[in-house]
């Protein structure tokens, strides 16, 4: 590559801070910011496991063990927000920092000012919100949807809204920077469709960010002005009516749901082709089917409320609009399996983690087909099966692509290989037992245990009892992971190669292992056979 020599001799006086905290807390750098994100959203995936932890502890074995009804409303509400707000987002974001400039042969984001900004705002929010736990009367108890009248309850409500609307600038920031470094920042000879799947698949998330993350502020400032205002937008006494906030809620939280898996189509779409070591399979059809997904995620919102009495044309519009997700979806995993089929396969352990993906968020793409049934609905609702089929979409989906994800780069990352034994051991102890967790809650739901109740008939006790069992292994196991990074990091021996996988392409594996603080100072050349994407002709 051309760039190689040229940047070698900058690296001395542009190379990182030396002051720790120059380093971390100013810091305008993409990879910086990037392992702040991926820090942050660690750390926040075990704050919000442990709120799990108190759930499946309680619901163990029937009756009340350990924690009241109101506290059990508490720890359901805050490992929702903390999990999705504080750690599947964040983790894509710093991946997004970290790699999409790398790969697009941009020497850093566009806007690293408000990078940084865009970073630390996530400490405070989640700080107000979690403070809520300390405070008389206690944090949110609503749910994570916060739907009215519950949502109103207790004297948390401002730190809640307020804490959401952070997170929500924090995120709106993080995508504007995105989108101006993919369309501004890119290498020359890097069109738009030689981009790699992941740069894709980000850019289509981002503008979903932007579309939704207002809709959602707009939401919770009703909730905000209802509880101290004087407002009836929400209640009923005074004109309002509690059905619009669904209605306003799930046109941001279905996009929503999509800005959690798309980047992971993307992961899974650079790691399958790099272990299979052959390009994609229908490089354009992945794009397009992306975008289809994310166009479609704004037109079926009100399957999340089949059961609120919805007019008949609206229940038959919004079934035939759900199911026709299932399209561009199953054309991805079509085109997974056929970039493995026929492949020189080696499973190391982000290839593990990438396939197990496929199999498994396929999975819970058909309970989500069962789901968009609307008079099958009526019987699935606010039912456990539900509980299963969003846990499998974004523990065994969205989770097990970000792990992936940080396998994949690690080397790249600390210019050191990480234990392939423990990866290993790590992923069989995951995937056993987060099957055991989330599989036997199908059954609950389909017999008809209702989600978000901290007791239940004995009836139910079998189920609830293996999946708890499997829940608490399953978070031990994630201890597994934070010591293979920490070897990683700093116990490692082994040193990472520049093109740290085999059948590994992209620009990213043409800068040296670790990446240097500073990269592509000039734009780098573009040979096509550098490129992953089928399409790119020689």
Do not use: C
């Not at 944090?139 to 809204?161: E, F, K, N």
């Not at 579309?211 to 004087?230: E, I, N, S």
């Not at 209605?247 to 992971?264: D, K, N, R």
């Amino acid at each position: 590559m051309a760039h190689a020599a040229t940047h070698d001799h900058h690296d001395d006086h542009h190379g990182a801070p030396s002051n720790f905290f120059t380093r971390w807390f100013m810091s305008t750098n993409h990879k910086d910011i990037g392992t702040l994100y991926l820090v942050f959203s660690l750390l926040m995936f075990f704050i919000g496991g442990s709120f799990a932890m108190v759930i499946r502890a309680e619901l163990f074995k029937p009756g009340l063990q350990l924690v009241q009804p109101y506290f059990f409303n508490e720890m359901t509400t805050m490992h929702a927000l903390v999990m999705i707000f504080g750690a599947v987002m964040p983790a894509f974001v710093g991946l997004g920092n970290w790699m999409i400039p790398l790969m697009i042969g941009a020497p850093d984001m566009a806007l690293p000012r408000m990078n940084n900004l865009s970073f630390w705002i996530l400490p405070f929010a989640f700080a107000l919100l979690l403070s809520t736990l300390f405070l008389p009367g206690g944090g949110p108890a609503g749910g994570w949807t916060m739907y009215p009248p519950l949502s109103l309850q207790g004297d948390s409500v401002a730190y809640v809204v307020f804490a959401v609307h952070l997170m929500g600038i924090s995120s709106i920031m993080g995508a504007i920077n995105i989108i101006a470094t993919i369309l501004n920042m890119r290498a020359p000879g890097m069109d738009l469709l030689k981009m790699p799947v992941f740069v894709w698949s980000w850019l289509i998330t981002a503008f979903l960010l932007i579309a939704v993350m207002p809709v959602l502020a707009g939401a919770v400032t009703m909730l905000l002005t209802d509880k101290y205002f004087g407002t009836s937008f929400f209640n009923a006494a005074g004109g309002g009516d509690p059905v619009l906030f669904q209605h306003i809620f799930w046109f941001f939280g279905h996009p929503e749901v999509y800005i959690m898996i798309l980047p992971a189509f993307g992961l899974v779409s650079e790691i399958i082709p790099t272990f299979a070591r052959k390009p994609i399979f229908g490089y354009k059809a992945m794009v397009y089917a992306i975008a289809s997904i994310a166009f479609l995620s704004f037109i079926v919102w009100a399957h999340h409320m089949f059961a609120v009495g919805l007019p008949l044309g609206g229940e038959i519009f919004f079934m035939y609009a759900t199911m026709l997700i299932a399209v561009p979806t199953g054309v991805k995993v079509f085109n997974w399996v056929s970039t493995m089929w026929g492949g020189s396969m080696t499973f190391e352990t982000p290839m593990l983690f990438a396939v197990a993906f496929v199999i498994l968020f396929t999975i819970g793409g058909f309970s989500g087909l069962m789901l968009a049934l609307a008079p099958a609905d009526f019987q699935y609702h606010d039912s456990y099966f539900v509980v299963a089929h969003f846990h499998y979409v974004l523990v065994t989906g969205a989770i097990f692509a970000i792990i992936a994800g940080s396998y994949y780069w690690l080397p790249k990352w600390t210019g050191h290989m990480y234990s392939e034994f423990w990866g290993k051991v790590h992923f069989w102890n995951s995937v056993v037992w987060v099957n055991v967790l989330f599989f036997p809650q199908h059954f609950l739901g389909l017999a008809g245990m209702p989600r978000r109740i901290p007791d239940y008939n004995v009836a139910f006790a079998n189920f609830n009892m293996i999946s708890s069992i499997g829940g608490f292994l399953f978070g031990a196991s994630q201890l597994i992971y934070v010591g293979v990074i920490i070897h990683a990091v700093w116990f490692s021996k082994k040193k990472a190669p520049d093109r740290v996988w085999e059948g590994a392409k992209g620009l990213e594996w043409t800068v040296p292992s670790p990446a240097p603080h500073h990269t592509f100072e000039l734009p780098p050349v573009i040979h096509d056979d550098e490129l992953a994407h089928g399409h790119v002709e020689d």
